[in-house]
C-alpha cells in the first residue's frame, strides 16, 4: 500500500448503534489525497451508514472522525459540507420540479453571497456570481454529456435517470469539495450505461485534480476498473482493506457475499 | 421593418390591455344579476377558447412573453389612470377604488406569506395575526405617540417579525402539519390577546387612528374632485410596486434557490451546506414583515381596527390566495389575490349564494390546477421584473 499519499481524513472506532443493532462498530477507516477509495459490501453492512455518520446526518454513538486533522464528530450537515465534503445519495436526491441549474447551483451555496443587501441592492455582484457559478455548471456538464445544457432550464424530473445521476454528481463537484462521496451512483443503470458511467468517473478524476473520492458499489465492475483501493464491510465491520484483488480474493469477503467456501475463476 | 412590427406588438399588447382594462370597469359597474353571470360566461368562453384554439392563445401568449417591459409598463399606466378614469364609468366608483387598494393590501400580505409557504414550503396559519400586529402597532404609535406613517410603518413591520421570532423560534423545526398547527394556535393566541388586552383597546379595538401625513400632504385631502381614498390608491400602488419588485429579486437570486432546495428537499440542501434552520427563521420573520407592513397602512387608512379584522378566517383567505393562485409565483399570489378579494365583493350582489359560490371557485380551482393557477416557473436569475436581461444569452449557453 502506497504511503506517499498524505492522509486527508480518518475515523476512530466509529459506532453506530440503532437500539440493540450495531449498524458500525470499530470501524477505522483512513483516506489518502487524490485517490479512489472504493467500499463494498452486502446489503445491510452498513456502507450508506458510514457515509451518513461522516456526512453528520448521524451523530455516531461513539468514535470519532477527523478532516485533515481537524476533529468533525458531531457537527452538523452543513457544518461538514462546510469543511470539505460532498456527496451523491443511494437514491438520487434531486428537487425534480427545480431546474437543471438549479439543482447544480445549490453546491455553489457556501460560495454565494446570499445576504438581503447584496440581493437588493448589489444587483450587478449578484448576477456576476450568477453568470460566474453557471459558467461552471456548464463546463462540468459539458464533460459528462453537452447535450444537458440544452435543457439547463427545464426541470431536472425531465432528464433520463443516467444524466439525473450526472447532475447530482455536477452538484457535488461544483462545491469543489476535498472528498467526494458517491454512493452506489450505478444503482438503477443498464449495463451500457455503467460503462459510460465508469467513463464518467475517469473525467471527474481528470478534471478534479487533488480531490478524493470515495465509492460505494455493488456493482464489481465499476469497482474493479476505477477503484485504487477497496476496503469492504460486513455486519457493520471492516473485513478487508487492500486493492482491488486482494479484498476480491480476502476468504471472509467471498464468505459474506458468497456464503461458504466458492471456487471462482 | 422591425421597428415596425416592434411598433404594431406594442400597439397590439396596449390595445389587448386596455380592452380588459374597460370589460373590468364594466364588471364593477354592473349590479343586475343576469349580466353578471353573463359576464362569467364571458370569462368560462375565454377559458374554452384558449383551451380550443391553442395555437392563437400561444401566440398572444408568446407576444407578452416576449414585450415584458411594454406589458408592464402600459399595465402601469394603465393602473395610474384607473382613478382618474373609473369615476367616468362607474357611478360606484369610490368603492371600488377601496376594495382595489384592499387588494394590493392584500396582494403585499400573500407575497410575505409566499416566502414562507410557496418559497420554503412553512404553513403559516395565522397570517391575519401578524397583520394584525403590524395594524396595531401602526395604529398605537399614531394614536398615542403621533408618530408619522413614515416610522410607524417600519416599525410595524419590525415589531410583526420580531413577534414572529419570539413564536416561532420554539417551534420552526416542526414540520408539515405539526407546523400549520403550531401556527393555528399562534392565530388564536393573537387574536385573543387582542381582545383581552384594554390597553390596545380590547373588543372595541383602536378607532379615530390619524391617517397618513407625508411631509404636511393629508391623506384625507381630496384630490381635485376625487375621493381622498385616491391618495391611498397611489400610496398603496407604489407600496405594492415595490413588494413585487422585493420578491422578484429574492425568487431570482441565491435566497429564492436556497429557500426552494429547502422546500423540496431539506437534506439534500444540508449537505449542500445550508444552515437550514437559519433559513427558516430568516424566511418566516421576513414574510412576517411584510405582513406587518400590510397591516400598518391599513390601520392609518381607515382608521379603526379591531379584533374581528384579524381571525382565523382572513388567514384562511391569506392562505387561499397563495396555494390557489400559484405557489412561489409572484404573478401566481397577485391573480389569486385578484379573483379571491374581487370575486366576493361582486358576489355581494348575489349576496345569498356569495360563500357557496365561492367556495365552488375554489373547489373548480384546485380540480383543475392543483399546483394553482399559475405554478412557479423555473428560475431564470433575471436581473429585473422587466424581463430577461439584455444581450445575454438564452438558455443553451452559447455566448
Given at each position: 500500500m502506497e504511503t506517499n499519499k498524505k492522509k486527508i481524513f480518518y475515523t476512530k472506532d466509529i459506532e453506530m448503534r440503532f437500539g440493540g443493532l450495531y449498524a458500525l462498530s470499530e470501524i477505522n477507516i483512513d483516506i489518502f489525497e487524490d485517490e479512489l477509495l472504493g467500499m463494498i459490501g452486502p446489503n445491510g453492512s452498513g456502507k450508506t451508514t458510514f457515509f451518513n455518520v461522516i456526512t453528520g446526518f448521524y451523530k455516531p454513538t461513539s468514535g470519532s472522525f477527523y478532516l485533515m486533522g481537524e476533529k468533525l464528530t458531531g457537527k452538523e450537515p452543513f457544518e461538514i459540507a462546510k469543511k470539505g465534503i460532498s456527496r451523491t445519495y443511494q437514491i438520487s436526491r434531486l428537487c425534480l420540479d427545480l431546474t437543471v441549474l438549479d439543482n447544480i447551483l445549490i453546491g455553489t451555496h457556501l460560495k454565494q453571497s446570499t445576504g438581503y443587501f447584496t440581493t437588493l441592492f448589489n444587483k450587478k455582484k449578484l448576477m456576476k456570481e450568477v453568470d460566474e457559478y453557471k459558467e461552471k455548471a456548464i463546463h462540468l456538464l459539458k464533460i459528462f454529456n453537452p447535450a444537458i445544457i440544452e435543457r439547463l432550464y427545464e426541470p431536472v424530473g425531465g432528464l433520463p435517470q443516467i444524466d439525473r445521476r450526472r447532475v447530482e454528481v455536477s452538484r457535488a463537484m461544483i462545491a469543489a469539495p476535498k472528498i467526494i462521496l458517491l454512493d452506489e451512483p450505478s444503482a438503477g443503470m443498464s449495463p451500457d450505461e455503467t460503462e459510460v458511467f465508469m467513463d464518467d468517473i475517469r473525467k471527474i478524476r481528470a478534471e478534479m485534480t487533488n480531490v478524493t473520492i470515495m465509492i460505494i458499489e455493488h456493482d464489481m465492475s465499476v469497482i474493479s476498473s476505477v477503484s485504487e483501493r477497496v476496503v469492504a464491510l460486513n455486519f457493520g465491520k471492516k473485513i478487508a482493506e487492500g486493492t482491488y484483488k486482494e479484498v476480491f480474493n480476502n476468504k471472509e469477503v467471498r464468505k459474506a457475499y458468497l456464503g461458504e467456501e466458492y471456487n471462482h475463476e | 421593418m422591425k421597428k415596425k412590427n416592434k411598433f404594431l406588438d406594442i400597439l397590439k399588447i396596449a390595445s389587448i390591455e386596455t380592452l380588459i382594462f374597460f370589460l373590468i370597469m364594466v364588471f364593477f359597474r354592473i349590479e343586475s344579476t343576469w349580466i353578471l353571470l353573463a359576464t362569467l360566461a364571458l370569462i368560462g368562453g375565454t377559458l374554452l377558447y384558449t383551451r380550443i384554439y391553442k395555437k392563437q392563445t400561444e401566440?398572444?401568449?408568446?407576444?407578452?412573453?416576449?414585450?415584458?417591459?411594454?406589458?408592464?409598463?402600459?399595465?402601469?399606466?394603465?393602473?395610474?389612470?384607473?382613478?382618474?378614469?373609473?369615476?367616468?364609468?362607474?357611478?360606484?366608483?369610490?368603492?371600488?377604488?377601496?376594495?382595489?387598494?384592499?387588494?394590493?393590501?392584500?396582494?403585499?400580505?400573500a407575497l410575505g406569506l409566499n416566502i414562507q409557504l410557496g418559497s420554503t414550503g412553512m404553513m403559516n396559519l395565522a397570517s391575519a395575526a401578524f397583520y394584525g400586529v403590524g395594524a396595531y402597532t401602526a395604529g398605537m404609535l399614531a394614536l398615542k405617540l403621533n408618530w408619522p406613517a413614515l416610522i410607524t410603518i417600519p416599525v410595524a413591520g419590525i415589531a410583526a417579525a420580531l413577534v414572529s421570532l419570539v413564536l416561532f423560534l420554539p417551534v420552526y423545526k416542526t414540520k408539515g402539519h405539526y407546523l400549520a398547527l403550531v401556527t393555528l394556535a399562534f392565530g388564536y393566541m393573537l387574536a385573543l390577546a387582542a381582545d383581552n388586552i384594554e390597553f390596545i383597546g380590547g373588543p372595541q379595538g383602536l378607532k379615530?387612528?390619524?391617517?397618513?401625513?407625508?411631509?404636511?400632504?393629508?391623506?384625507?385631502?381630496?384630490?381635485?374632485?376625487?375621493?381622498?381614498?385616491?391618495?391611498?390608491?397611489?400610496?398603496?400602488?407604489?407600496?405594492?410596486?415595490?413588494?413585487?419588485?422585493?420578491?422578484?429579486?429574492?425568487?431570482?437570486?441565491?435566497?429564492?434557490?436556497?429557500?426552494?432546495?429547502?422546500?423540496?428537499?431539506?437534506?439534500?440542501?444540508?449537505?449542500?451546506?445550508?444552515?437550514?434552520?437559519?433559513?427558516?427563521?430568516?424566511?418566516?420573520?421576513?414574510?412576517?414583515?411584510?405582513?406587518?407592513?400590510?397591516?400598518?397602512?391599513?390601520?392609518?387608512?381607515?382608521?379603526?381596527?379591531?379584533?374581528?379584522?384579524?381571525?382565523?378566517?382572513?388567514?384562511?383567505?391569506?392562505?387561499?390566495?397563495?396555494?390557489?393562485?400559484?405557489?412561489?409565483?409572484?404573478?401566481?399570489?397577485i391573480v389569486g389575490a385578484i379573483i379571491l378579494v374581487i370575486i366576493p365583493e361582486k358576489f355581494r350582489v348575489i349576496t345569498q349564494y356569495r360563500v357557496m359560490l365561492y367556495g365552488i371557485l375554489i373547489v373548480v380551482v384546485l380540480l383543475s390546477r392543483p399546483r394553482g393557477l399559475i405554478p412557479f416557473g423555473a428560475r431564470k436569475y433575471e436581473a429585473s421584473v422587466l424581463g430577461a436581461r439584455n444581450g445575454k444569452e438564452g438558455p443553451d449557453g452559447n455566448k
Open positions: - | 401566440s398572444i401568449k408568446a407576444l407578452f412573453a416576449s414585450n415584458r417591459s411594454t406589458v408592464l409598463i402600459v399595465l402601469v399606466l394603465l393602473l395610474l389612470l384607473y382613478p382618474i378614469v373609473s369615476p367616468i364609468i362607474i357611478p360606484q366608483s369610490t368603492y371600488w377604488t377601496l376594495i382595489l387598494i384592499q387588494t394590493g393590501i392584500y396582494i403585499m400580505v379615530n387612528i390619524p391617517s397618513i401625513n407625508l411631509f404636511g400632504y393629508d391623506f384625507l385631502s381630496k384630490v381635485g374632485n376625487f375621493h381622498f381614498y385616491t391618495n391611498y390608491y397611489y400610496f398603496v400602488l407604489a407600496l405594492v410596486i415595490l413588494t413585487i419588485i422585493i420578491s422578484h429579486r429574492f425568487f431570482n437570486s441565491w435566497i429564492g434557490l436556497t429557500l426552494s432546495y429547502i422546500r423540496d428537499d431539506e437534506p439534500a440542501a444540508k449537505g449542500c451546506g445550508v444552515n437550514s434552520n437559519r433559513w427558516k427563521l430568516l424566511s418566516l420573520t421576513t414574510g412576517c414583515f411584510f405582513m406587518g407592513v400590510a397591516g400598518a397602512i391599513y390601520a392609518l387608512m381607515i382608521g379603526f381596527i379591531s379584533p374581528p379584522n384579524f381571525q382565523f378566517a382572513q388567514s384562511l383567505l391569506i392562505v387561499s390566495i397563495v396555494i390557489i393562485g400559484g405557489m412561489d409565483n409572484i404573478l401566481g399570489v
